[in-house]
């Protein structure tokens, strides 16, 4: 809060750098740099605080990696600093990332693997990575939480926890309490790693008729807590320069799968992975695309996998009216909201891409988010998952346009959407809804005479009984009286003509006697 003071005094424009109240706050900003490092006193907010969220470690690390990507809520200037924090960090010594496998798994290392490589593969804010093959001879990748992390981030947790509080009633505006709170949740999960055991299971069970789309298999047997034990894909990153030692077929094929695999993951399970970038990403001979790093997972429960189908399959087929109704029905309007002013803002903005996408030039993923940031503006907020979504499809973009420049993204995202929403709407399908809800329709059969019954009685006690009298009946007509009979008092003190005061009294005394009537 200090930084962000003195670096707001700091970048007023010149304008606004007369007079005794910028004298007043050049000031203070003065005497505030005392409290600030040497080496952030003279920095931007934006750099400041990702320097300060690297310097507090892990956790905050991990927090700003999330606010990053809520461009909805957050300035643009202070989402591309945040982008830069580091995400290979110092790893971990072996002798304690060896004591944790051992503790975990309840073996020496040498029982467990024939092969256990000391040095990592990558080394991240929480946990690390290391080559290994199991005694079967199956090469596989190991993660392990680092030593201590846990203890460390559950305590930052609490203290984020109250912390968003006291933001919340500074900031309103930026929704920390709400960035904060999902922030918690998923780093909660992603400490324990036989949650991304299971998330690799959902995924490959999704998946599991679409043979060119691939999980890691998970060792259980040699997987607990703090210890993932999960194949390895030997292949190439679509963001490596060997890329394009592949044939064009191949690649149009890998843009294919990635488009199909993600839009299924977002739009038809409604489970999809929530850190897709392209160093996730690995292509395999066939060519087979894989997915890794499945950590974080973003859910669609049935009502907004359902809107999210509707407004994607609006939005790759230009139509402007539904795009907006259905962006709308995904939000939380808040107080001072102004929905109607917001549909019209949104509806603007696809317009103006659509005569972009005229000339080629159209990105799915950033009219998305525009889209999302301008709630902000008009108090109409989103849920996290749509950012992450966002994240998803700006990698998809990103890969299919490193591959083919000129790669429709619509066209291709339409074709597969079709297919979601044929299937969605297909016969099989609907019957198949039809007879899940089948035992509830049964249940209001079953009962319907009764019902028909109970209803009948109800009418019939309802027309047939005489209103009772009203409590409050002639209240009206008692306090017009009323008011004659003092107006005419008032009237006769102070001396005004007899016929008024006798009229006032005289209505009074009527409307006493047979108002009620």
Not at 88 to 107: D, H, N, V, Y
Not at 315 to 322: A, H, I, K, M, Y
Request: charged share 25%; proline share 5%.
């Amino acid at each position: 809060m200090i930084g962000a003071r003195v670096a707001s005094v700091k970048a007023r424009p010149a304008y606004r750098r007369k007079g005794v109240r910028f004298a007043g706050a050049w000031l203070f900003a003065s005497f505030l740099k005392i409290f600030l490092k040497k080496e952030l006193r003279k920095q931007p907010f934006e750099v400041q605080l990702r320097r300060r969220l690297e310097m507090l470690g892990p956790t905050y690390i991990k927090l700003g990696q999330i606010m990053a990507i809520r461009e909805d809520i957050l300035p643009s200037h202070v989402t591309d600093e945040l982008k830069k924090l580091l995400d290979q960090l110092p790893a971990a010594p072996f002798t304690m990332i060896r004591k944790t496998i051992e503790e975990s798994l309840g073996a020496p290392l040498r029982e467990l693997f024939i092969e256990f490589r000391e040095q990592p593969l990558a080394s991240a804010s929480i946990g690390q990575t290391h080559r290994a093959t199991t005694h079967r001879g199956k090469p596989v990748v190991v993660k392990v939480i680092k030593p201590g992390i846990r203890e460390t981030v559950l305590s930052d947790l609490k203290l984020l926890r109250m912390l968003s509080t006291l933001l919340e009633w500074i900031i309103p505006r930026y929704q920390p309490r709400l960035i904060i709170s999902e922030f918690c949740n998923y780093t909660e999960k992603e400490i324990d790693l036989e949650c991304e055991a299971d998330h690799a299971e959902i995924f490959a069970a999704n998946f599991a008729k679409q043979g060119n789309i691939v999980f890691p298999k998970i060792y259980r047997e040699l997987s607990s807590r703090d210890v993932l034990c999960m194949e390895y894909f030997n292949g190439i990153k679509p963001n490596q320069p060997s890329i394009f030692e592949l044939s064009k077929a191949s690649q149009r094929k890998v843009i294919n799968l990635g488009a199909g695999a993600i839009i299924k993951m977002l739009y038809e399970d409604g489970f999809f992975h929530a850190d897709l970038h392209a160093a996730n990403l690995i292509v395999l001979p066939g060519p087979k695309l894989g997915f890794i790093d499945l950590g974080m997972v973003g859910r669609f429960d049935e009502k907004m996998k359902r809107n999210m189908l509707h407004y994607f399959y609006a939005l790759v087929n230009g139509d402007v009216e539904r795009t907006a109704k259905h962006l709308l029905s995904m939000a939380t309007v808040g107080k001072k909201g102004d929905p109607e002013g917001f549909k019209r803002a949104v509806a603007d903005l696809f317009r103006r891409y659509l005569l972009h996408a005229a000339n080629g030039d159209f990105s799915l993923a950033r009219v998305i988010l525009q889209s999302l940031a301008i709630g902000g503006k008009y108090h109409v907020f989103f849920p996290v998952e749509m950012t992450l979504m966002v994240k998803a499809l700006v990698t998809f973009e990103g890969v299919g346009k490193t591959l083919d420049p000129v790669l429709n993204v619509p066209k291709l995202s339409r074709r597969h959407i079709m297919r979601i929403y044929k299937s969605h709407f297909s016969v099989d399908n609907l019957f198949s809804q039809l007879m899940q809800g089948m035992p509830e329709l049964v249940d209001v059969a079953v009962h319907l005479p009764e019902l028909i019954a109970d209803s009948s009685r109800f009418w019939d006690r309802t027309v047939n009984t005489p209103p009772g009298e009203n409590p409050l009946a002639g209240l009206r007509s008692g306090l017009i009286a009323g008011s004659c009979i003092v107006g005419g008092v008032i009237a006769m003190v102070q001396g005004a003509n007899p016929l008024l005061w006798i009229g006032l009294f005289a209505a009074g005394i009527v409307l006493a006697l047979f108002g009620k009537r």
